[in-house]
């Protein structure tokens, strides 16, 4: 079953919403961004859904010591890296014991050259924007990741997904997980609940040919 990350989370109500709709993973985005959200509000969100543990913290080009600061004090096991953070970079949070999700943002071939220098938990693959570090609303082209079976075991796939066209993306890619912010959204920040209600429900039900693998991020 495709797991789903819900990302670009700013209140309480969205997040207990996603949890309760079955959703695997919820993002905190701590770079700048239209759903960036402070240390409290992040403490806010998982105060108001105490028994789900699998938040993610969304960094980009941070200093190692704010990640690690903000990470110990929230309590973040997951760790998602979506800049230009080298493999030297995501090693020093892997070797602490953190889950790493290294973001490559995919405009050509050229884009995943640099894939086999990271030894992270996963990847995740969004689109390349010179705007902006994500959430665009665009989808890349999947034809870029379609033929590469050594990283199906173990990505998160991002980028313009939403109710239209999740399936085809599921049946196409198989991917671990797919992680979504605009496409459940009514507002920057604010998720829309048939929205969201249906891109799970589809990812859930969606089935892929694309074997099962073992769940890696806890």
Same mark, same amino acid.
């Given at each position: 079953?495709?797991?789903? &990350?819900? #990302?670009?989370?700013t209140n309480p109500e969205?997040? =207990?919403?996603?949890?309760?709709?079955?959703?695997?993973?919820?993002?905190?985005?701590?770079?700048?961004? &239209? *759903?960036?959200?402070? =240390?409290?509000?992040?403490? @806010?969100?998982?105060?108001?859904?105490?028994? $789900? &543990?699998?938040?993610?913290?969304?960094?980009?080009?941070?200093?190692?010591?704010?990640?690690?600061?903000?990470? *110990?004090?929230?309590?973040?096991?997951?760790?998602?890296?979506?800049?230009?953070?080298?493999?030297?970079? #995501?090693?020093?949070?892997?070797?602490?014991?953190?889950?790493?999700?290294?973001?490559?943002?995919?405009?050509?071939?050229?884009?995943?050259?640099?894939?086999?220098?990271?030894?992270?938990? %996963?990847?995740?693959?969004?689109?390349?924007s010179k705007d902006q570090?994500?959430?665009?609303?665009?989808?890349?082209?999947?034809?870029?990741?379609?033929?590469?079976? $050594?990283?199906?075991?173990?990505?998160?796939?991002?980028?313009?997904?939403?109710?239209?066209?999740?399936?085809? %993306?599921?049946?196409?890619?198989?991917?671990?997980?797919?992680?979504?912010?605009?496409?459940?959204?009514?507002?920057?920040?604010?998720?829309?609940? @048939?929205?969201?209600?249906?891109?799970?429900?589809?990812?859930?039900?969606?089935?892929?040919?694309? %074997?099962?693998?073992?769940?890696?991020?806890?």
């Amino acid at each position: 079953m495709t797991r789903v &990350k819900i #990302c670009g989370n700013t209140n309480p109500e969205d997040a =207990r919403l996603a949890v309760s709709l079955g959703a695997d993973y919820l993002g905190f985005i701590f770079a700048p961004s &239209k *759903r960036r959200v402070s =240390r409290q509000q992040a403490s @806010e969100i998982m105060a108001a859904t105490p028994d $789900f &543990k699998r938040f993610v913290g969304v960094f980009v080009n941070q200093p190692k010591k704010e990640v690690e600061t903000l990470a *110990r004090d929230l309590g973040l096991r997951l760790l998602q890296f979506h800049g230009e953070e080298t493999a030297l970079y #995501c090693r020093h949070f892997t070797e602490l014991g953190f889950e790493v999700i290294k973001t490559f943002k995919v405009k050509d071939a050229m884009s995943l050259k640099r894939l086999d220098q990271y030894n992270v938990s %996963a990847f995740l693959f969004d689109t390349f924007s010179k705007d902006q570090a994500g959430g665009t609303g665009v989808p890349f082209d999947w034809k870029l990741i379609e033929e590469k079976p $050594f990283i199906r075991e173990r990505f998160f796939l991002a980028g313009g997904l939403n109710a239209e066209n999740l399936a085809d %993306a599921i049946r196409r890619l198989g991917p671990y997980a797919v992680d979504v912010a605009s496409g459940v959204e009514s507002v920057p920040g604010r998720k829309d609940p @048939e929205r969201l209600r249906r891109f799970i429900e589809i990812a859930k039900h969606t089935q892929t040919q694309h %074997a099962e693998t073992r769940p890696f991020l806890t």
